[in-house]
């Protein structure tokens, strides 16, 4: 079970104000997690716990391939991202690393900057501890979350290839 | 049932006969490609796999492009990574500076993509190649990885819109005026999950070159991929060039699409696109007074030949704003050299501007040419988010190359017209 503190961001966050391509000359996991929303919340290191979840608008994490926005989101601590809805290549890049994401725009529209939100993933069901409304998000297509039960992409390659 | 030109491409490369929007597939390859930034996190993906081996080594690319020439320590360790990497497993097609270019420049020049292929490449910018009729998108580098290891992909069976040009454009609009007109009609998520197929009668009055502007740009509207029809400048481009036989797919007469647009061409106007999303377009007669600082013409969006001969048309006998840094940044060794013998790189410098070797340096913040506080550039690279080219302050204008040229010369947002007519 997930439980955390929100982070509340808008629409089009995109992988730039994410991890800035100053940054990007290194594939570390923790040196990119030292500047995780650099960009678009500059006290965003300071303040994350582990456990905490990012809820955002429309388009999350449009614009570049970088794997190393994902990356830099789960190694900052964060367990979860809610949004209304993902760029593509970065809900690739959650489902192969293995960041939990889902798609819920009820919870968007409910869920304020620093309330406490818990969410049984397999479910789909997110809950705002703070308020005590309850929403269920899109559940995943069986082939995805064949990919998530495996650990992400390349285990569940491994598994096929073996 | 009916199928759109990207349907039928990857039902081909799943080996099926039909496949309908939203169908879960696996497709055979013919293309893999990752950069300096995404080919080390693939490569170290790729060495914690317990089934370490490529499938096929020849089809794979990779390209030392967003920050080489080297621009610091940990950036050359970067490119050693890919370096050792192509050295250890046979990847030929492993470009360095000498041999690179940007990748989206480079591989189409090479021939190492063409029509009715399918390519993925850890970069959102490789929905590029859809210009020569191939369905090409961008991706990860877990999926990177995972092409190199099985020389396949999953994909879910995108939708499409239909974007219908009609009529002819106007001197001084170009692929990039088209296609930031259209981010501008559905936003930079209008398109998410879905292919953009361009057809119409004004297919036929866009270079090459242009077509590959339009499609590069297509992940600035959230799309899948951005695919043109192959015609007599397709496979003119591809002849001689395309290293294997093109393969030509059109769209069923009777093909679903979720939406259609129809764009009158010859009505366009020079566009530009405002801080800080490729949706905020606005056309010349809407800019106001906007002073800059900087202007950078190059990129995977424009920097191919076509791009700094128009750049080359403006500047050629005037000089550029004594407080406007003007970057030229041809994409590959080959355009660099063709604008030597066309004398342009004359021009250019006589202007004042400078040459920098192939890149992507400043388009995505890199190096040569990141912007300080509060300063503005127009550029003819691809995005204009919050801190995407230097200081979180300062602002990018995507624009033409001949708008940035027109641009340089003022010392202000400008469009050709006022330049050449003053």
Known sequence: MIKGKVFRYGDNVDTDVIIPARYLNTASENELACHCMEDIDADFVTNVNAGDIIVAGDNFGCGSSREHAPIAIKASGVSLVIANSFARIFYRNSINIGLPILECPAAVDAIKAGDTVSCDLAGGIIVNETTGERFEAEPFPEFIRGIIADGGLLKHIERRLK | ?422
């Open chain 2, 1 to 422: 049932m009916s199928m759109t030109m990207s349907q039928k491409i990857l039902a081909a490369h799943a080996g099926l006969e039909k496949v309908c929007a939203g169908q879960l597939i696996n497709a055979k390859l013919d293309m893999v490609l990752a950069n300096d930034i995404t080919g080390p996190v693939a490569i170290k993906e790729f060495e914690k796999c317990r089934v370490s081996r490529i499938a096929y080594p020849d089809k794979i690319a990779l390209v030392m492009d967003h920050f080489a020439p080297n621009k610091d320590i940990k950036s050359a360790g970067q490119c050693k990574v890919c370096r050792d990497f192509a050295e250890a497993n046979g990847i030929e097609n492993f470009f360095d500076v000498g041999r690179m270019g940007i990748e989206h420049a480079l591989l189409p020049e090479q021939g190492l993509v063409g029509a009715g292929d399918l390519v993925i490449g850890a970069d959102s910018h490789t929905c590029t190649y859809g210009a020569l009729g191939a369905f090409s998108t961008g991706v990860g580098s877990t999926d990177m990885c995972a092409g190199m290891l099985t020389g396949e992909c999953w994909f879910k069976v995108p939708s499409a819109i239909k974007f219908i040009l009609r009529g002819k454009p106007e001197k001084y609009v170009c692929g990039k005026d088209i296609i930031l007109h259209i981010i501008g009609l559905t936003g930079v998520d209008g398109a998410l999950y879905k292919s953009m197929e361009f057809t119409g009668d004004g297919v036929k009055h866009l270079s090459i070159d242009d077509r590959f502007t339009i499609c590069n740009m297509a992940i600035e509207a959230g799309a899948k991929n951005g695919i043109f029809p192959v015609d007599d400048v397709t496979l003119g481009y591809l002849k001689g060039r395309f290293k294997r036989k093109p393969i030509i797919y059109a769209a069923d007469n009777d093909a679903e699409y979720e939406k259609a647009y129809e764009i009158d061409l010859s009505s366009l106007k020079p566009t530009v696109a405002f801080p800080h999303l490729p949706e905020n377009t606005k056309t010349k007669d809407s800019w106001g007074s906007i002073k800059i600082d900087q202007v950078i013409i190059g990129s995977c969006t424009n920097g191919r030949i076509s791009d700094l001969r128009a750049a080359a048309e403006i500047l050629k006998g005037r000089k550029v704003a004594k407080h406007v840094r003007t970057i030229i940044i041809p994409a590959t060794n080959e355009v660099y050299l063709q604008a030597i013998h066309e004398g342009l790189a004359e021009i250019f410098i006589n202007a004042g501007a400078v040459i920098s070797t192939p890149t992507c340096g400043p388009c995505l913040g890199g190096h040569m040419g990141i912007l300080a506080e509060n300063e503005r550039a127009v550029s003819t690279t691809n995005r204009n988010f919050v801190g995407r080219m230097g200081h979180i302050t300062s602002e990018v204008y995507l624009a033409s190359p001949y708008v940035a040229a027109a641009s340089a010369v003022t010392g202000r947002l400008s469009s050709p017209e006022e330049v050449v007519n003053d």
